[in-house]
C-alpha cells in the first residue's frame, strides 16, 4: 500500500511512460541481437592495462588527493594539458578556459542552465544530437532548425533564422551524430562570419573530431574564428564555446568531457556545476591525466581509426550487397554513425519492429528531429560491432525491407487493382 | 579582442562575481591556514590500499565493462547491495526502488528538476544544506523555513506551514549539517505523521546517519514512515524519499551517492539523470561495490567513528577551555560539524576576516540561512584536522574572538561615555 503522495505520484506519472520505440531498444539489449542502435565504443579498443597502471601510480603516489573531495573546474594538470593541446592546435587558451564536465552529456546540462530561460529559441541542425534535445528539455529551449546536406549545415538558411535571435547556435561539424555529414570549410568559415555578424555565439560540439578514417581535417569553429584576429599566434575570440569528451579516445566509462569557453563565462559553469554534482570524480580525471599524458592519447587515437575505419568500410560495403533500391545512406569520413533514409512512405519504427524479429537493431531518426519530421530516416552505429557481425546484421536487415518493400508493392497493387476494380 | 558577444557576457557577469566571504574562503585553501571550513573527511581514513586492489580487480576481470557507458540507474550489484542493507534496516524495497547519483549534490539537483516548479516553496530547516539551496536556486525554489532547537526541526512550526501548500519537507535528521543537532525520536514520528495526514513528501538527506560517536542509533524517517504498515516485515511507503552517499563512509573523490524512491519516482529522475549526464562512472561504481562488499563497509565505519569521535572530542574541549563567555556550540553525537553563535552583535563574517589574518577560518552561517538571518553564528568542521591541529586552531580563534570582545566592550564604553559626556 502506498500513501496519498506517492498514489498521485504514479497516477500523474502513468501517461509519461518510456515510448514505443524506448521499449523496442530495451529489447536490443538481448545478447543474442545484434545492435548497430547504441552509440558504443568498441570494447577491443579500450586501453585495460594503461588504465591499471595509471590507477596503481595514482592511489600508490597520491591516493588520499585522489579519494578527496577537489575543485570545481577539475584537477589543474588535465586542465592545463586540454588547453595546451588546444594551443597547439592554434586555438589560444589557458586552464581558465577549460571546465572538466562529468562526460559531455554534462557540458549541455550546463550550458542549458547557464543560457537558457523557458522561450528561448536555439539554432540547430536538422537532424541533431537527440542528448542535447534531452538535456535542453529542462529548460523549455524551443528550436529554429537549418536543413542539412552532404555539406552539413545550410548556411544560406542560418541568416534568415540568426535574424530571429536565437540564443545560441548549436553545431557537430565533424561527423555528426546522427547524420555522419562533416560541414565543409566554405561553410565553417561563413558561418562563423554569420555569428558574429549577428552577435550569436555558437556551441561547437565535437566529441568525434579525431576520428577522422579519410580526407584532410578540417579546421574547427573555434579555431576559424580565433584566426580572425590580427595576429600570428594562436588566438581565443571567446565567440565560440568548444565541447569535446575523453569518452571516444580514451574511456566513456570514466565520464569526463571539457568545456572551453571565456574565463567569465567558465566561472559561471563553474557555480552551475557546483550545485549539480559539486564536481567531476577526483580519481576519474588524476586517472585519465595519467593514461592521455606523455603522448599516449595520440599514439591510442591512431588505433581507434584504423579499427573503426574497419568497420565503417564493412558497413558501408555491406550496405551496397544488401540492401534495395530506394534506401539511401551518407557515407561519413569519422565518427560513429552514418544515417539512412528509407523510402518516404516506410516508417523506421515499423522497419525496427520487424527486425527486432530477426534480432537485429538500430535507432530511428525521428527524435533527432525537434520538429518531429525524419519518420523515414535512421541511425546507424558502426564503431561497436566488429566487420562479420555488421556484414551479417546488414545482411539481415537488408532481407528485412526487401520484404516489406514487396509487402508494400502488393498492398499498393491491391488498392490500385481495388481502385480499378 | 573579444567579439561583442562576448564583451556583452563578461559585462552582465562582472556585478555577479563571488561573494565577499567566498574571495575569504579562497584564502582558507593556503596550506598553513588551519581551516575548519570545509566538509572534508580525514584522508588518514580512506582505504587506499583496498581501493587499489579493487581496481586491479575490476579492470583485469571486466575491464572492458568497467570502462564502457552503462545505465542510467547505476550498476546493478550496487544497487542490490544498497537496497539489501536498507532491507537488513527494515526498509523493504529492491534495485527498482535505487538510483545512483553523482554524489548527494546530484541527487539533490535531479529531485529540483523533477519536483521543483518556479515559485513552488519547499518546507526546510533554518538553518539547512547550503548545497541544496545552491542546487535549488535553478528551479527558482521558494523557502518556508521552520526553526530549530536541540531536538532538531521544531514540529510544532511545521504544522502552520505544511497548511501552506509546501512541494516536500527536507530534513537532515542526523548530526545536521550545519548544526550538528539531532532530530529526536518524538519529533521524527511527529513529522512522519504530519506529512502523511497533509499528503506532503519528504526529502530525508542523511549522508552522516553511520557516523554516530555516543548514544543509541535513531530510527531514520524512512524506517518509521514504513512501520506505520500493519505488518511485520520489513516495508516501504513511499513517502519518505531517502538520500545518501559513499562520500562520508568510503572517499568523496568517487562522486556516488544514491537516491531510495518509489519506483515510479525513480524512473522519472532516470529520465532527468539522462539528460543531465546520462550515467555516473561506471568504473567509480563498479571498484566502489568490490571496496564495500563482503562487509568491509561495516567494518571501515567503525574505523572513521573512532578516528572523528576523538576530533569532536578534542573541538568540543578546545571550545571549553579557549572560548570567551557569550559564545555558545552545539554538541553534536556525530556527523562531521558543529555550530557556533557569536554574541549577537557580532559577525561571523568579521570574525572570519580578523581569524584568517591569525591563519585559521571557517564557514560563517549566513548562507545556510534561506531567510538571510544567521549573521553571528558558524559551522566548523572537526572531521579533516587532526586533534593537535584543532587545539591549535581554537586557540587562535578563542584569542580573536577575547580581542574582538575587548574592543566591543571599549567602544560601548567610549560610546556610553560620550553620550553621558
Same mark, same amino acid.
Not at 168 to 174: Q, R, T
Not at 295 to 300: T, V
Given at each position: 500500500m502506498q500513501t496519498r503522495w506517492s498514489e498521485r505520484f504514479a497516477q500523474r506519472t502513468r501517461g509519461m511512460r518510456s515510448s514505443a520505440v524506448r521499449e523496442l531498444l530495451k529489447l536490443t539489449e538481448q545478447p543474442d541481437v545484434i545492435s548497430f542502435?547504441?552509440? *558504443? #565504443?568498441?570494447p577491443e579498443v579500450f586501453p585495460v592495462e594503461k588504465f591499471r597502471e595509471a590507477c596503481d601510480r595514482v592511489l600508490?603516489?597520491?591516493?588520499?588527493?585522489?579519494?578527496?573531495?577537489?575543485?570545481?573546474?577539475?584537477?589543474?594538470?588535465l586542465r592545463e594539458m586540454i588547453a595546451r593541446h588546444a594551443s597547439r592546435l592554434g586555438v589560444g587558451i589557458d586552464a581558465d578556459n577549460v571546465l572538466l564536465t562529468s562526460g559531455s552529456q554534462q557540458a549541455l546540462d550546463l550550458i542549458g542552465k547557464v543560457f537558457i530561460n523557458p522561450g528561448d529559441h536555439l539554432l540547430v541542425e536538422r537532424p541533431t544530437y537527440l542528448g542535447a534535445l534531452q538535456a535542453?528539455?529542462?529548460?523549455?529551449?524551443?528550436?529554429?532548425?537549418?536543413?542539412?546536406?552532404?555539406?552539413?549545415m545550410r548556411t544560406d538558411e542560418v541568416e534568415v533564422q540568426l535574424r530571429t535571435g536565437p540564443k545560441?547556435?548549436?553545431? *557537430? #561539424?565533424?561527423f555528426q551524430n546522427p547524420s555522419g555529414v562533416t560541414l565543409s570549410v566554405e561553410r565553417r568559415h561563413r558561418l562563423i562570419q554569420l555569428a558574429d555578424h549577428y552577435g550569436v555565439p555558437i556551441l561547437e560540439d565535437d566529441p568525434y573530431g579525431q576520428l577522422r578514417y579519410e580526407g584532410e581535417h578540417l579546421p574547427s569553429l573555434v579555431l576559424l574564428d580565433g584566426r580572425r584576429e590580427e595576429n600570428n599566434g594562436p588566438s581565443y575570440r571567446g565567440n565560440v564555446i568548444y565541447l569535446s569528451t575523453f569518452s571516444k579516445t580514451l574511456a566513456p566509462g570514466m565520464r569526463l568531457g571539457w568545456i572551453i569557453a571565456p574565463a567569465e563565462v567558465i566561472q559561471r559553469l563553474v557555480q552551475a556545476k557546483q550545485g549539480a554534482d559539486l564536481h567531476s570524480s577526483t580519481f576519474a580525471q588524476m586517472v585519465t591525466y595519467e593514461v592521455a599524458r606523455g603522448?599516449?592519447?595520440?599514439?591510442?587515437v591512431k588505433f581507434i581509426r584504423a579499427t573503426y575505419k574497419e568497420r565503417r568500410d564493412a558497413m558501408l560495403h555491406a550496405l551496397e550487397t544488401h540492401f534495395p533500391d530506394g534506401v539511401t545512406w551518407t557515407r561519413p569520413l569519422g565518427g560513429l554513425f552514418l544515417w539512412v533514409r528509407f523510402p518516404v512512405e516506410m516508417d523506421a519504427?515499423?522497419?525496427?519492429?520487424?527486425?527486432?524479429g530477426q534480432k537485429v537493431a538500430f535507432v530511428p531518426g525521428q527524435p533527432f528531429f525537434p520538429d518531429g519530421s525524419g519518420a523515414n530516416t535512421a541511425r546507424f552505429n558502426f564503431s561497436y560491432c566488429k566487420p562479420e557481425t555488421i556484414e551479417e546484421g546488414i545482411r539481415r536487415l537488408g532481407a528485412v525491407l526487401k520484404s516489406l518493400l514487396k509487402g508494400a508493392r502488393v498492398a499498393v497493387g491491391a488498392r490500385e487493382g481495388a481502385q480499378v476494380g
Open positions: 542502435g547504441g552509440g *558504443l #565504443p568498441a600508490e603516489g597520491d591516493g588520499s588527493r585522489a579519494l578527496q573531495y577537489s575543485t570545481t573546474e577539475g584537477y589543474r594538470p535542453w528539455r529542462t529548460y523549455q529551449a524551443e528550436y529554429a532548425c537549418v536543413s542539412m546536406d552532404d555539406d552539413g545560441f547556435i548549436y553545431a *557537430l #561539424p565533424n603522448g599516449f592519447l595520440d599514439q591510442h519504427a515499423d522497419v525496427l519492429e520487424v527486425a527486432i
